[in-house]
């Protein structure tokens, strides 16, 4: 009885750990659409240029970057005389990989290359302008046809994601093929026994 209370504070204790996580989720479309109400700068733009500005790694195996786009404004839709005089402004934003990007909770991320037409609802930031809400205040009009990751996945990363997803895609066969394996060193291992027996 002692054993069965403790397993059932334990799963509790858990449960409510992983409902305190909820933060980690996306943000919700209402809140997307507020924060671009209240964006103070909402244009139509092509980006002309992409790099790094300052990395912000803490690890090798995630490479973080803060990233400046140069943008060619197209179109200002609301925004103040200041970026209407501009032809282009730079854009500061956050850039995690696209081979890691289901390593990470939360809202959508920058999905950015040099020739996008984007729609983009800007605020004041740290290092200038920034989306007013990562990637779910960035819309693609128009994708760039190629497209080169600024950090390229390593080798053994990409064998490991790749196995992970076969072996997730294909579950069903990866059991069947290891009870096979299993019942067929069962089946040799007990034939050997019945011969050495004779």
């Known amino acids: 009885m002692k054993k069965m209370l403790t397993l059932l504070c334990l799963i509790s204790a858990v449960g409510i750990i992983l409902v305190t996580f909820a933060g980690l989720a996306a943000p919700p479309p209402t809140e997307v659409e507020e924060r671009k109400k209240e964006a103070p700068f909402q244009l139509i733009g092509t980006v002309t240029a992409d790099e790094k500005f300052k990395d912000t790694s803490r690890d090798k195996e995630y490479p973080q970057q803060i990233r400046r786009m140069s943008?060619?404004?197209d179109r200002l839709i609301r925004g103040s005389n200041e970026v209407k005089e501009k032809t282009d402004i730079e854009v500061f934003y956050w850039y995690i990989p696209s081979w890691q990007s289901n390593e990470y909770?939360?809202?959508e991320r920058m999905d950015i290359a040099v020739g996008d037409v984007i729609e983009v609802w800007l605020t004041d930031g740290e290092h200038g302008l920034e989306p007013a809400l990562?990637?779910?205040?960035?819309?693609?009009i128009k994708y760039a046809e190629i497209r080169k990751e600024p950090v390229p996945e390593p080798f053994l990363h990409q064998i490991q994601r790749k196995f992970s997803f076969?072996?997730?895609?294909y579950?069903?066969?990866?059991v069947l093929?290891?009870?096979?394996?299993?019942?067929?060193i069962i089946y040799f291992s007990a034939r050997k026994s019945a011969k050495k027996a004779q």
């Open 105 to 107: 909770t939360g809202g």
């Open 71 to 73: 943008l060619r404004v």
């Open 171 to 174: 579950i069903e066969v990866f």
């Open 166 to 169: 076969y072996l997730a895609e």
């Open 134 to 140: 990562g990637g779910n205040t960035v819309e693609h």
């Open 177 to 184: 093929l290891i009870l096979s394996l299993i019942l067929l």
